[in-house]
């Protein structure tokens, strides 16, 4: 099994960056597909990006697609999400997930972290 904690959220103007990290801790790291997904009041769970377990696939949702970009470094345990053009509607918590594949959905994960909190102010 594998634990895994986000950092790298922030308050940040519009047209600003973050980059997410999400540190696992595991022996069996390289082994899993990682997925961002994120979170607002009133809405569901919603993915936005996934990587293989060896890095050599990505998926995003579409409204994510050119301005964000997953990526892992299985030496460090660790998978990022670096997000540019932040617009508003980005707003909201941001966790990462472990699973077997390349899912989209949040059930297709197995391990989840506790999430860190992205703002982005006009």
């Known amino acids: 099994q594998v634990q895994l904690v986000e950092s790298g959220g922030g308050l940040v103007q519009a047209g600003g960056s973050l980059r997410l990290s999400c540190a696992a801790s595991?022996?069996?790291?390289?082994?899993?597909?990682m997925g961002w997904f994120r979170q607002t009041p009133g809405k569901e769970r919603e993915f936005v990006a996934a990587?293989?377990?060896?890095?050599?696939?990505?998926y995003y949702d579409d409204s994510v697609k050119g301005r964000f970009t997953i990526s892992r470094d299985n030496a460090k345990n660790t998978v990022y999400l670096q997000i540019n053009s932040l617009k508003p509607e980005d707003t909201a918590i941001y966790y990462c997930?472990?699973?077997?594949?390349?899912?989209?959905?949040?059930?297709?994960?197995?391990?989840w972290g506790q999430g860190t909190q992205v703002t982005v102010s006009s």
């Open positions: 997930a472990a699973g077997p594949g390349l899912g989209r959905t949040f059930y297709e994960y197995n391990f």
């Open positions: 595991g022996r069996t790291f390289s082994s899993y597909g």
């Open positions: 990587i293989s377990y060896n890095g050599g696939r990505t």
